[in-house]
């Protein structure tokens, strides 16, 4: 379970851009939730996907994860809990090195990085029956530069790669944003499935309403550092894409835009 | 005869120097960082070596692997520096460097006067005899000193490179390759690549001072000012090898790395004989890196378009 309790978050204090973006934000995701957070830009979504991964730091209030304060742990530390995808497709491999190499990579995350080989053979198996699972026929490009593949290559290998060993939370930070519509389709079916297979609890940024009205068990609205929808369970299966779009319509009106 | 002697010269210069140029492979080329302080370890090496193998009578062998160590210390800072207070890597590698003339400084004051010791390429004939029969006796008894110094550098050399190569297939160098490749993705590992980033500087300094101990046994003196350029001359080394060499596909990088550093040094060798007076030796020293640099984008773009023609008739 993951819970931010009484968080306020304010970028630049003290100076004439301060910009107080969240005042007493509250948010709870229970475990085996799938959360859609829809919004409009500057909403907040990014901020607070980054305030419980720990790149930035909250200006007041707590962060739990099971329970457990993790405002002081570090960035890396927190994503041993947590896997995340980020919406540009090279930020979650290393485009230098291989598909094997990237695989090992993922597949030892919380192990000791010693100076064993860094590839284990008894486990090409496994990755090849992994990659296989995507069907993009990545399972034969073993030894290809992560580089060299599409975006959309990339981001079913990151999605993998964030997945591969247990975590407590799956992090997607508008994944199929830089995808075309085609392949961010395949994408979003693909953590669909593997977020029923592996039973995670994930929080999914999105500005695809569609994909939000579709996919997930709870479906969130943000606007100025507020939720101002929060459906779930039987309410979230009736949403329509046009209910969301009316409030969308309705606060870009009052921005006076 | 003169270009003979110069090539010999310039052959035994570029494997010692290879050593540095595959420290600095690891912090320019897999870490993405511009390591200055480089410029300080070498002489470091060089000193400390020296020191240890005059005033304390070490082996020459051990005195090589203990020089390693003081390296790695030295890169140890540089790489706290930039991780834990956040000083941008160009200014840590100059501010390390810039202490490291004064610890050098320090440790010459050690050396007093000459002094006589065995160094790694002394050696004597019958030894060798002693150890290769029939043909290979005759011929290497003949053979003179220069090539002995070039064997014993290969050998030193290629154990290092294997080494190198050996590190960087284990789970560590590649979580030190991801670190230069993409910091986000070790982070999401849930490892602090700031530890590793410490640990590829430190590495690479040790083998910039390694290469420092090797230049005072091959000339058999330690020179203080013998630091400086050596950054330059080592980034050259891993370009030109790189651009060079990396395209071949059977040449890993660390060998192009070495093959650079030869080359760089033959070169270096050559200029020496076009200009005597040593006056322009910079100036076309410069030039030369900057025509390799110019070359070096020249087939990037030839093979660039090239591969493409290519593709399109093999694929899909």
């Given at each position: 379970m993951l819970e931010l309790k009484n968080v306020s978050k304010i970028y630049n204090p003290g100076t004439v851009t301060e910009l107080c973006l969240f005042d007493n934000f509250n948010f709870t995701v229970k475990g085996g939730e799938f959360v859609?957070?829809?919004?409009?830009?500057?909403?907040?979504?990014?901020?607070?996907?980054?305030?419980?991964?720990?790149?930035?730091?909250?200006?007041?209030?707590?962060?739990?994860?099971?329970?457990?304060?993790?405002?002081?742990?570090?960035?890396?530390?927190?994503?041993?809990?947590?896997?995340?995808?980020?919406?540009?497709?090279?930020?979650?491999?290393?485009?230098?090195?291989?598909?094997?190499?990237?695989?090992?990579?993922?597949?030892?995350?919380?192990?000791?990085?010693?100076?064993?080989?860094?590839?284990?053979?008894?486990?090409?198996?496994?990755?090849?029956?992994?990659?296989?699972?995507?069907?993009?026929?990545?399972?034969?490009?073993?030894?290809?530069?992560?580089?060299?593949?599409?975006?959309?290559?990339?981001?079913?290998?990151?999605?993998?790669?964030?997945?591969?060993?247990?975590?407590?939370?799956?992090?997607?930070?508008?994944?199929?944003?830089?995808?075309?519509?085609?392949?961010?389709?395949?994408?979003?079916?693909?953590?669909?499935?593997v977020i029923k297979e592996k039973n995670l609890t994930a929080i999914m940024v999105t500005h695809n309403l569609r994909y939000a009205v579709e996919y997930g068990t709870r479906l969130v609205m943000m606007d100025k550092g507020n939720i101002i929808l929060d459906k779930q369970g039987e309410e979230k299966q009736n949403v329509k894409v046009d209910d969301i779009l009316d409030i969308f319509n309705k606060i870009s009106i009052e921005c006076g835009n | 005869m003169l270009f003979f002697a110069t090539t010999i010269d310039g052959l035994q210069m570029g494997l010692c120097f290879a050593v540095l140029a595959l420290g600095v492979y690891i912090s320019y080329s897999i870490l993405d960082f511009p390591d200055l302080s480089v410029d300080g370890t070498f002489p470091l090496g060089g000193v400390c070596c020296t020191v240890l193998m005059l005033k304390l009578g070490i082996p020459a062998l051990i005195a090589v692997f203990l020089s390693f160590f003081a390296g790695l210390i030295a890169g140890a800072v540089t790489g706290m520096l930039h991780v834990k207070f956040n000083i941008s890597k160009l200014l840590s590698g100059i501010i390390v460097m810039t202490a490291l003339l004064s610890v050098t400084l320090a440790l010459t004051k050690l050396l007093t006067k000459t002094g006589f010791t065995t160094t790694i390429f002394s050696f004597r004939s019958e030894n060798l005899t002693g150890i290769f029969s029939g043909k290979t006796a005759a011929l290497l008894g003949n053979a003179n000193r220069d090539y002995m110094i070039i064997l014993i550098e290969l050998i030193f050399v290629i154990a290092v490179k294997v080494i190198?190569?050996?590190?960087?297939?284990?789970?560590?160098?590649?979580?030190?390759?991801?670190?230069?490749?993409?910091?986000?993705?070790?982070?999401?590992?849930?490892?602090?690549?700031?530890?590793?980033?410490?640990?590829?500087?430190?590495?690479?300094?040790?083998?910039?001072?390694?290469?420092?101990?090797?230049?005072?046994?091959?000339?058999?003196?330690?020179?203080?000012?013998?630091?400086?350029?050596?950054?330059?001359?080592?980034?050259?080394?891993?370009?030109?090898?790189?651009?060079?060499?990396?395209?071949?596909?059977?040449?890993?990088?660390?060998?192009?790395?070495?093959?650079?550093?030869?080359?760089?040094?033959?070169?270096?060798?050559?200029?020496?004989?076009?200009?005597?007076?040593?006056?322009?030796?910079?100036?076309?020293?410069?030039?030369?890196?900057?025509?390799?640099?110019?070359?070096?984008?020249?087939?990037?773009?030839?093979?660039?378009?090239?591969?493409?023609?290519?593709r399109g008739k093999n694929k899909c």
């Open positions: 859609s957070v829809v919004g409009s830009n500057g909403s907040g979504k990014t901020s607070m996907l980054n305030i419980i991964c720990g790149s930035i730091p909250v200006s007041d209030g707590r962060v739990l994860i099971d329970g457990k304060n993790v405002n002081t742990l570090p960035e890396f530390k927190r994503y041993r809990m947590i896997g995340r995808v980020y919406q540009n497709p090279s930020a979650g491999t290393c485009p230098n090195m291989t598909i094997l190499e990237n695989m090992s990579l993922a597949d030892n995350k919380g192990k000791r990085f010693g100076l064993s080989f860094g590839v284990n053979n008894a486990r090409k198996e496994f990755y090849r029956s992994q990659l296989s699972s995507l069907g993009l026929g990545l399972e034969d490009k073993l030894d290809v530069k992560l580089g060299a593949l599409s975006g959309g290559q990339r981001q079913a290998v990151s999605l993998l790669m964030a997945t591969m060993t247990p975590i407590d939370f799956l992090i997607l930070d508008e994944h199929t944003a830089a995808l075309d519509p085609k392949t961010a389709e395949i994408i979003m079916e693909l953590t669909d499935k | 190198i190569d050996l590190f960087l297939k284990t789970k560590l160098g590649y979580m030190l390759k991801a670190t230069g490749d993409n910091e986000m993705l070790v982070a999401s590992l849930g490892k602090d690549n700031g530890t590793y980033k410490i640990l590829g500087i430190a590495l690479a300094n040790g083998f910039s001072a390694m290469s420092g101990a090797l230049y005072s046994n091959l000339y058999s003196q330690y020179d203080n000012s013998s630091g400086s350029g050596k950054v330059v001359m080592a980034l050259a080394s891993v370009i030109i090898g790189i651009a060079v060499f990396s395209k071949i596909r059977f040449i890993a990088d660390t060998t192009a790395v070495i093959l650079g550093a030869v080359i760089y040094s033959l070169c270096l060798n050559y200029l020496v004989l076009v200009d005597t007076n040593g006056i322009y030796l910079k100036l076309l020293n410069a030039v030369m890196f900057a025509l390799i640099l110019i070359f070096n984008e020249k087939t990037a773009s030839f093979t660039a378009k090239h591969s493409k023609l290519k």
